[in-house]
């Protein structure tokens, strides 16, 4: 608990006056097939328990792998309490957008976790009890869904915690099972292609992540662990988010093939990526990786199109599926909503791929950026006008359009000021 105030406080800088719940990101274009999987699962329990919850006077809610709500079920009393408090579908519940709460603590919990009133970050929600625990995949250990249990002003009996630990170890078990089952049919396919690959050949399951690969494959991505290849994505963010639309492309049609550039963290150049279905008893069990070799390349895909190499002061924005590379002198302001960091710029509004606003912050700081509210930051030499705000404040007006403006809270007047050489 003491760990996510922490990260509340000093990382993601979380209002603890907020009594309301942002809206949730967008969807990726391309999601994680076990996590469609697990969300279809968490529907069925929190469903099946739905007359059990409501004669607790509580609601039962899933949650995506960034909490953002989907669903939620239970007392109908409760349920128009919660919408005083975003506590619905749409809303986002991650720790960086609503502070510590079951359902976003728990992404950062390997079992379930308990927040009782007080121990809620944001005052807003302090009349609440809640439990909640993330599914995660059995591999990376990357959450795929939440499910949680919620009441107002009712304490939740601790029994809660006992069953939400018996429906992760079901749906978790399951995971593991078909992991098992998925990696030895993977493994025939990568088996068989590897007796006449030239060149780099690694498999990735249809999770999206990269389980096999030869010694080739291990130089080419800069696998530095080789008994653990999945890692890789952690320094090639846009390799996972490729990986995600490729099984999309397969689960449609299994005779596709497509290439990626994909931007890297320690190269000068992007790294051209092709894909193919791995097929085993017709069924689709993964995808194959290689270096392209001009003949059968196919469709390129767009979350790779244009992609530049990761540089000081430029960054990689998704504009739909297209990614858009973009230095800094083109960013008018940056603003964080729903989980996600959205850049304004001059070639229009992208959504960064990377996350984290304080990370965003230290970044741009040396390009002539302020951080003038918890949710923006400016580029100081796009701003053209200063004026009083209603509250007492200043708001800012950045050179286009003219007529919107910048909030600057209270607290960072002063500074704002300073940095601005204002009187």
Known sequence: MLLSWVRCRDDYRVDPSQARAPSSPEREPC???DEKVVVTQLAGLAKAIEDEVAAIGALVAIADSRGGILATWGDRAT?????????????AWSEPETGTNAIGTALDTEGPIAIRSSEHWCRGFVDWDSAGVALRDPVARRPLGVLAVASRKRPLPNTVLSWLQGAQG?????????????FRDLSAVYREEARTAQGPLAAADTGGRLLLAN????AYFGIVAPERPWEVTATMPQLHAALRCAVDRAQLDRRWVGVSHVPTAERDATLPVAFRPAIRDHRLVGILLSAPNGE???????IGDDAGPSQS???IGLQGERMVLVSAEEIRYARTDGGNVWLHTDRGRL?????????????????????VHRRYLVNRRRVTEVAAAPNGCIQLFLDAPADQSIPVARRRTAEVRRALTLP
């Open 215 to 218: 010694d080739e494959a291990r």
């Open 170 to 182: 079901t749906i978790e078990s399951g995971l593991r099972e078909q992991a098992l089952r998925t």
């Open 31 to 33: 999601q994680l097939l």
């Open 313 to 315: 002061g430029r960054l």
């Open 79 to 91: 349920l128009r309490l919660a919408d005083d408090v975003n506590l619905a579908p749409r809303c």
């Open 296 to 302: 059968r390349d196919g469709e390129v895909l767009s």
């Open 351 to 371: 959504r960064l791929l990377e996350r984290g606003f304080g990370a965003l912050e230290q970044r741009l700081g040396e390009h002539g950026f302020l951080r």
